[in-house]
């Protein structure tokens, strides 16, 4: 069983950056696919980026447009969420999932795991 702890959440101006963390327990961390969504308020869970057990390959939303960069430290068993130049729709509680398949997945019926979510508030 793996348990994923998100955070790094908080209120941040339009054009300012954060940067969320997921740290891991339990399980093998350097075989899972990793994988932020966020849940904007009134819609439902959407993906955001994902990254390979190899960290070789990783998948962004188009609504990403650059701004984000996933990337993981298997020696720390951490996913990072780096986000630049957020925007008020980036205005979500996100959330951290992991994949037994090892996969950059994009989908949430692929991820096995998921921590309880962060917060992020970007103002205007």
């Known amino acids: 069983q793996v348990q994923l702890v998100e955070s790094g959440g908080g209120l941040v101006r339009a054009g300012g950056s954060l940067r969320l963390s997921c740290a891991a327990s339990?399980?093998?961390?350097?075989?899972?696919?990793l994988a932020w969504f966020r849940r904007a308020p009134g819609s439902e869970r959407e993906f955001v980026a994902s990254i390979m057990w190899t960290g070789g390959m990783t998948f962004y939303a188009d609504f990403v447009q650059g701004r984000f960069n996933i990337s993981r430290d298997n020696s720390k068993k951490t996913v990072d969420l780096q986000m630049n130049n957020l925007k008020p729709e980036d205005t979500a509680v996100y959330f951290c999932a992991a994949a037994r398949s090892g996969l950059a997945r994009q989908k949430e019926s692929q991820y096995d795991y998921w921590g309880k979510g962060t917060l992020v508030t970007v103002s205007s």
């Open positions: 339990g399980g093998t961390f350097s075989n899972l696919g």
